[in-house]
């Protein structure tokens, strides 16, 4: 009878320290720049798939003739809803292989839906503003954090043995490379990337792309 409530915390502090494992990374380019939106993420190094549910209430929106965000990142099954939040129409579609998808012109006020089943990179545009560009990165894992304008991300997932995987728009594919989240956290890890050019259309001041950058 004793032993009962030693177990339940026991298993209690287990259950805790499982989900406490911390991962501090940090993405600059070769010229010391930090790095905004990059997208980190683990994988089980088992291949196992981590359970993952869809994200709530997750918005790309279309307002002044741009995306907002830049990347969004979800896990496999979101819905996205794509709300034109301008005074425009837009006729927002991908053409990427996880999700082809057109959603035909439509007013200000509307919004639009679609649900993401595939992992994958979504890019995103708009068959009547050409400089309107997003990216969607959907993940089968719930182990992702997005860098913010000083190149920083946390993630947190069980302590492990992970994949890690760094992806950026002006990246050439991800970098991936073993990672053992220890339990209670790991060291910061830090990356210098090289990116390429920004090859986002500039756009003038009277609504029509003049070019790459
Ligand atoms: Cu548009």
Redesign the pocket.
């Known amino acids: 009878m004793l032993r009962r409530p030693f177990c339940l915390s026991a298993l209690l502090l287990l259950a805790a320290s499982a989900f406490s494992a911390e991962l501090r990374v940090k993405v600059m380019d070769t010229k010391g720049k930090p790095v905004e939106d990059a997208v980190v993420s683990l994988l089980r190094a088992d291949g196992i798939p981590p359970s993952t549910t869809p994200l709530p209430a997750i918005e790309i929106t ?1 307002n002044d ?1 741009e995306f907002m965000p830049y990347v969004t990142v979800v896990t496999t099954g979101t819905a996205v809803k794509f709300p034109n939040k ?1 005074t ?5 579609y991908s053409l990427s292989r996880p999700k082809k998808f057109e959603l035909p012109l439509y007013d200000p006020g509307k919004a639009e839906t679609i649900v993401f089943d595939q992992p994958g990179i979504v890019t995103l545009g ?4 050409d400089w ?1 560009l997003a990216y969607l990165v959907v993940l089968d894992t719930p182990y992702f954090a997005k860098t913010d304008a000083q190149g920083a991300a946390t993630l947190t997932a069980p302590a492990g043995q992970y994949r890690f995987e760094l992806w950026h728009p002006r990246l050439t594919g991800s970098i991936p490379r073993p990672l053992t989240l220890a339990d209670g956290g790991t060291e910061p890890v830090n990356f210098s990337v090289h990116l390429k050019p920004d090859r986002r259309l500039r756009r003038a001041p009277d609504g029509k792309s003049t070019g790459y950058e």
């Open positions: 279309q003739q301008d425009v129409q837009h006729h927002v708009c068959n009547i503003h309107m």
